[in-house]
């Protein structure tokens, strides 16, 4: 089984969102059982939220529910739990480093490292550009994809 952790600043936008992309595309695939996929937050701010209603209605367009999803904070633990833990930008990637202390195992990456185009996924809690957010994610998680396919994974 792999096992996933997407992280982001609050876990109420980005994060969220990649969790539950990369949920329907493993569903569609076929592959559920092959995974464990989840997402949290570096920070403490947003911690019991439910996702940020423009994640919501992003992924409503496309009938991915994020129903029962609540922030929860990414633990000094999660680094043995997890064999991917993905966060959306740089400053994302400083925090976990933070968190868990070190990288010995190169568990930790930016969700677009997969892409033939590495680059930080903005924030819409910030830029309100959820529909940018969503094609951001929708790259990476199909470059992750494809990425776990080709290392025979899967």
Known sequence: MIKILFVCHGNICRSPMAEFVFKDMVKKAGLEKQFMIASAATSMEEIGNPVHYGT??????????VAGKYAVRME??????????????????????????????KKVCRLLDFTAHPRDIADPWYT?????????ILEGCTALLSYLQKNDRL
């Open 56 to 65: 919501r209605n992003k992924l409503r367009k496309y009938n991915i529910s």
């Open 76 to 105: 000094r633990s999660d680094y043995d739990k997890y064999d991917y833990l993905i966060g959306m930008d740089s400053a994302n990637i400083r925090n976990m480093l933070r968190i868990t202390g070190s990288d010995p195992k």
């Open 128 to 136: 309100g550009n959820f529909d940018l957010t969503y094609d951001d």
